[in-house]
């Protein structure tokens, strides 16, 4: 199956902000066992952990304009940091496809499909890309 190259840089609109509260930092920090996080940093603001960044979503579009090859599911996620993410920081999301490209293994056939997620604070400055990771097997493939 050919990969349409040209979603190559297709990007979804932005998600609405979201404000990021010392609750919600404080409910990752339990679920994660961490108690570095909760404690306010010199300038009085409480900061998240930096993984914290893998928990905002996307809007349903980046979901029913991803390209889909048959049966997938999520093949992991990378991180890169830039700024930390703050209690008060309103965080906006916007994405695009990164990469496209095929693999064949002992079970056929499979497409790889990376999303970029940027993601920009109230001041304009990008804290952090998330790449999704996407796999799917090819229709008419074993498996």
């Given at each position: 199956?050919?990969?349409?190259?040209?979603?190559?840089?297709?990007?979804?609109?932005?998600?609405?902000?979201?404000?990021?509260?010392?609750?919600?930092?404080?409910?990752?920090?339990?679920?994660?066992?961490?108690?570095?996080?909760?404690?306010?940093?010199?300038?009085?603001?409480i900061v998240?952990?930096p993984s914290?960044?893998?928990?905002?979503?996307?809007?349903?579009?980046?979901?029913?304009?991803?390209?889909?090859?048959?049966?997938?599911?999520?093949?992991?996620?990378?991180v890169e940091?830039?700024?930390?993410?703050?209690?008060?920081?309103?965080?906006?999301?916007?994405?695009?496809?990164?990469?496209?490209?095929?693999?064949?293994?002992?079970?056929?056939?499979?497409?790889?499909?990376?999303?970029?997620?940027?993601?920009?604070?109230?001041?304009?400055?990008?804290?952090?890309?998330?790449?999704?990771?996407?796999?799917?097997?090819?229709?008419?493939?074993?498996?």
């Open positions: 199956m050919a990969v349409d190259q040209s979603l190559i840089g297709k990007q979804f609109e932005a998600t609405e902000p979201v404000v990021v509260t010392s609750e919600a930092i404080a409910a990752y920090c339990d679920a994660l066992g961490d108690e570095n996080y909760r404690r306010p940093g010199p300038d009085g603001a998240a952990p914290f960044a893998v928990t905002f979503r996307n809007t349903e579009a980046f979901f029913h304009y991803t390209p889909r090859f048959g049966r997938g599911f999520d093949a992991g996620k990378e940091f830039f700024a930390p993410i703050r209690a008060g920081d309103s965080i906006t999301l916007t994405s695009v496809v990164r990469e496209m490209y095929e693999k064949t293994g002992r079970s056929g056939t499979m497409t790889f499909v990376v999303l970029r997620s940027t993601l920009t604070n109230q001041r304009g400055e990008t804290v952090a890309h998330v790449d999704h990771r996407f796999v799917h097997r090819n229709p008419g493939e074993p498996g």
